[in-house]
């Protein structure tokens, strides 16, 4: 299977632990995205990427979230001095260039703040 | 500001009978509009989208959605559910002028009963 790759699946760590998710893209897509999912809601986009090019973020990505993809292809996001409402499922999701493409997701990090 | 809706938090319906999963947007532009779902403790899956032409668009499992512009509407529809459909269901929303962010409803747990 060569879909969207996220590690790990799960994540439980302490309040103000620093915490940094993988997410391996589809190989041949340019466009990796962002998200996070709260229970009852729909994913809401936190950055994407084309190429290791980080292209837009939104307001909802804090001083204490960073993203990186440094060659293009896999992808981190860290979250530092973690708080309690950062308890969520975190989805990367990847596409190929042009903006009618849909995004190929994968299984996501659940991540609970103890 | 630009906002997607799905009206209904769920849908209940008989295996055998038609379904339809309501969505209506409010954007600027024209959208690029698409359907995922999502199972239990999965990423989001992409049924199907609606970029221009033909009103009626047709996906996976056989799912089609209706394209209305007049109503700001994409409703998702089938003319015969199985059990196997019981799945959440999310619309979601693309602008052309908006970048690459994608916004969500907030999605519809459907439930189809044998």
């Known amino acids: 299977d060569t879909g969207v790759s996220q590690n790990p699946r799960h994540k439980i760590t302490k309040r103000g632990q620093n915490v940094t998710f993988r997410c391996d893209p589809i190989?041949?897509?340019?466009?990796l995205y962002w998200y996070r999912q709260t229970l009852g809601q729909g994913p809401e986009f936190l950055t994407y990427f084309q190429n290791e090019a980080q292209l837009e973020k939104s307001r909802l990505l804090s001083d204490r979230f960073s993203a990186e993809r440094p060659k293009g292809s896999f992808s981190t996001l860290e979250i530092q001095r973690t708080e309690q409402g950062d308890s969520a499922m975190y989805l990367c999701a990847s596409s190929l260039g042009g903006q009618n493409q849909p995004q190929h997701f994968g299984d996501g990090t659940r991540l609970s703040i103890l | 500001a630009q906002s997607v809706a799905q009206p209904e938090d769920q849908v209940k319906v008989a295996e055998g009978n038609p379904l339809t999963v309501k969505c209506t947007y409010s954007?600027?532009?024209?959208?690029?509009l698409f359907w995922y779902v999502q199972y239990p403790n999965r990423g989001l899956q992409f049924l199907l989208k609606?970029?221009?032409?033909?009103?009626l668009v047709k996906g996976s499992y056989g799912f089609e959605a209706e394209f209305n512009k007049s109503q700001t509407s994409f409703h998702l529809k089938k003319p015969s559910a199985l059990v196997s459909d019981s799945a959440l269901y999310f619309c979601a929303v693309r602008v052309p002028t908006g970048g690459f962010k994608t916004i969500f409803g907030a999605g519809t747990r459907l439930f189809v009963k044998a």
């Open positions: 954007v600027s532009g024209n959208p690029y």
């Open positions: 190989s041949e897509h340019n466009r």
């Open positions: 609606y970029i221009t032409g033909d009103n």
